[in-house]
């Protein structure tokens, strides 16, 4: 077998592979999607209909889930994507021995089993009701435990950034008369919106599809994940299938559209760059 052969056996295989896990990934996906726009109870065709699109839309638990689990998600992203990048930054300054630590220690919820976290907030938001401390049932302690557990994935994604920037460009700004805050907002965080969009698609993303946090940190709301699963004992609603379908489409478009406006601001930065050092 000549040289070229084996290389172009190689990609075969390598494409197969790629296309095969591409297929198990997504055919459940697409039979989900299939039966959303048929009425049946049961995962039988039996003709094309949007009543389960329609059910969602006015049945009121699932309204409910689905606005709950939005206003989380979006709250929790926001605050998780602003003290994320804030944090992301102060990391990147620290000092050597120091940042190693802090960096590691920032990353404990992503190497931790979401069992333990979700065990671990329930007793935390025990204890602070024992000290007389409200909390808004069910919100506050699931916007709070979802932006510490997405906490990291923002700094994970705002950290390749800042490592492409001038190290000197905070010093500068404070020496040209600017306030901490005032150089953040107008140099550090211009220079970070692409891995601040990634890291709140990521954020948004996981709290949307978050189960074993929410179910133990619910309160007396459901949100989408913990309605299906209180839904399966009575047997599950086939109006979960489209319910299911929305949230795969609408997560599907925002991280298109959010790898997209990522890559043109990322375009644009480096053409700007490049022009920048042609005049150079």
Request: charged share 10%; aromatic share 10%.
């Amino acid at each position: 077998m000549t040289l070229h052969t084996k290389k172009k056996v190689k990609t075969i295989v390598a494409r197969s592979v790629i296309w095969l896990s591409i297929a198990i990934l997504y055919l459940p996906l697409l039979i989900l999607l299939v039966f959303s726009f048929t009425a049946s109870n049961t995962m039988t065709w039996t003709g094309f209909s949007m009543q389960l699109f329609q059910n969602v839309f006015t049945h009121p638990e699932i309204s409910s889930a689905v606005t709950n689990t939005l206003i989380i998600a979006l709250s929790s992203a926001a605050l998780s994507t602003l003290i994320g990048t804030f944090a992301a930054v102060g990391i990147f300054y620290l000092k050597k021995p120091y940042k190693q630590i802090v960096d590691a220690s920032s990353q404990i919820t992503v190497l931790n089993a979401d069992i333990v976290t979700a065990i671990a907030f329930m007793l935390l938001f025990i204890s602070v009701s024992k000290m007389g401390i409200p909390l808004p049932d069910g919100y506050a302690t699931l916007i709070i435990a979802h932006t510490v557990f997405t906490l990291p994935f923002v700094i994970l994604s705002v950290n390749p950034r800042l490592k492409r920037l001038n190290p000197n460009l905070y010093e500068a700004g404070l020496d040209l008369g600017a306030s901490n805050m005032r150089t953040m907002w107008s140099i550090i965080f211009p220079q970070l919106i692409t891995g601040m969009i990634t890291g709140f698609a990521i954020a948004f993303t996981l709290s949307l599809e978050d189960f074993i946090v929410s179910q133990y940190n619910k309160g007396s709301i459901e949100t989408i994940s913990t309605l299906i699963f209180s839904s399966i004992s009575r047997g599950l609603d086939p109006t979960f299938r489209a319910l299911s379908s929305i949230v795969f489409v609408v997560v599907l478009v925002a991280m298109l559209v959010f790898n997209g406006v990522s890559s043109s601001r990322q375009k644009r930065a480096d053409k700007a760059r490049q022009a920048l050092h042609s005049i150079k």
